[in-house]
């Protein structure tokens, strides 16, 4: 049950932006959180005593009034996560604007504002702090793929890349839709994608773990990896248990080509000064704070 004093912490990480990393972040710190009085919900990182949602969210087929049909599932996660009297909830949700599938379609997230909405109503109040990771469109659509292409047999990233180039939608839609479908007081956008505890220091100010526990490093993913890996799907092969990432660990020590970043020269050269360009905007939106330069975001991908 919420307080007056209870506040409502929402990080939407982006995918690819670090959102799992900061997931497992909470699940090995989960009593050092909840010692300083705030509840979590995440989905799946650690199991159901991490709130997981275990219902699925709407997506661009559903209409407006099939909403209330996947409230009450989130709002029973929630309610099973959250105690009375706590300082408040810090939620972490990796899939809330959409599904990482509609990017490869060059769609930007159409279902933010949908989802949003239904978590709204499952919380029963406004957001105080939503927090969103972005990164650049050219490597936000690049890492798309690549996490496909861990998974399943792809299609080269090059049949992709013009309906992503010509993308519809973008960050400025999205921010807004969260912001609004929330109703969130306030809206820091990192524009970089940051480490744990940096992320933890923009979402819950009041809260300082001491010692904090880090998660492994993510495996290093590179071309002749995914390379390897696409053919051993082509064989009609699986991998057992740990082979892909023995495979993706020695093909991070071995020699690498400069990484083509799969747009043509004028198609990256767009998709780079529209990230600019809307960072632009989004720092003039109400109630929207940007953290992060805008030319350092791109330098360091």
């Known amino acids: 049950m919420r307080t007056e004093s209870s506040q409502i912490l929402v990080?939407?990480?982006?995918?690819?932006?670090?959102?799992?990393?900061?997931?497992?972040?909470?699940?090995?710190?989960?009593?050092?959180?909840?010692?300083?009085?705030?509840?979590?919900?995440?989905?799946?990182?650690?199991?159901?005593?991490?709130?997981?949602?275990?219902?699925?969210?709407?997506?661009?087929?559903?209409?407006?009034?099939?909403?209330?049909?996947?409230?009450?599932?989130?709002?029973?996660?929630?309610?099973?996560?959250?105690?009375a009297g706590s300082?408040?909830?810090?939620?972490?949700?990796?899939?809330?604007a959409g599904r990482m599938a509609t990017l490869l379609q060059g769609r930007f997230y159409p279902a933010a504002r949908k989802r949003a909405e239904v978590l709204s109503r499952a919380l029963g109040g406004p957001v105080d702090r939503l927090v969103i990771?972005?990164?650049?469109?050219?490597?936000?659509f690049r890492s798309a793929w690549e996490r496909?292409?861990?998974?399943?047999?792809?299609?080269?990233?090059?049949?992709?890349?013009?309906?992503?180039?010509?993308?519809a939608g973008g960050s400025i839609e999205v921010v807004e839709a969260l912001r609004d479908g929330l109703r969130a007081r306030e809206v820091i956008v990192l524009s970089e994608r940051t480490g744990p505890r940096e992320l933890l220091s923009f979402l819950a100010p009041g809260l300082h773990l001491a010692e904090a526990e880090l998660p492994p490093p993510p495996p290093v993913v590179t071309d002749s990896a995914i390379a390897m890996i696409q053919r051993h799907f082509r064989q009609?092969?699986?991998?057992?248990?740990?082979?892909?990432?023995?495979?993706?660990?020695?093909?991070?020590?071995?020699?690498?080509?400069?990484?083509?970043?799969?747009?043509?020269?004028?198609?990256?050269?767009?998709?780079?000064?529209?990230?600019?360009?809307d960072l632009d905007a989004l720092a003039r939106l109400d109630r929207v704070m940007v953290v992060g330069g805008v030319l350092p975001a791109i330098a360091a991908e």
């Not at 909830?89 to 899939?95: K, N, Q, V």
């Not at 092969?237 to 043509?264: I, S, Y």
């Open 236 to 277: 009609g092969a699986r991998f057992a248990p740990g082979q892909r990432d023995r495979l993706l660990a020695f093909h991070a020590r071995q020699p690498q080509v400069e990484r083509d970043p799969g747009f043509a020269g004028l198609q990256l050269a767009d998709l780079r000064g529209r990230y600019i360009a």
């Open 133 to 140: 990771t972005l990164r650049p469109y050219d490597r936000l």
């Open 87 to 96: 300082r408040g909830l810090i939620l972490s949700e990796h899939d809330l």
């Open 148 to 167: 496909y292409a861990l998974e399943r047999e792809m299609a080269p990233f090059v049949e992709h890349a013009p309906a992503m180039a010509a993308f």
């Open 11 to 83: 990080h939407a990480g982006l995918h690819a932006s670090g959102a799992e990393d900061f997931q497992r972040f909470l699940g090995l710190n989960r009593a050092a959180i909840q010692a300083q009085g705030f509840d979590l919900a995440y989905p799946g990182r650690g199991g159901a005593s991490g709130g997981g949602f275990d219902c699925a969210w709407p997506d661009a087929r559903h209409r407006r009034e099939d909403l209330e049909a996947f409230v009450a599932p989130v709002a029973a996660t929630l309610g099973a996560v959250r105690r």
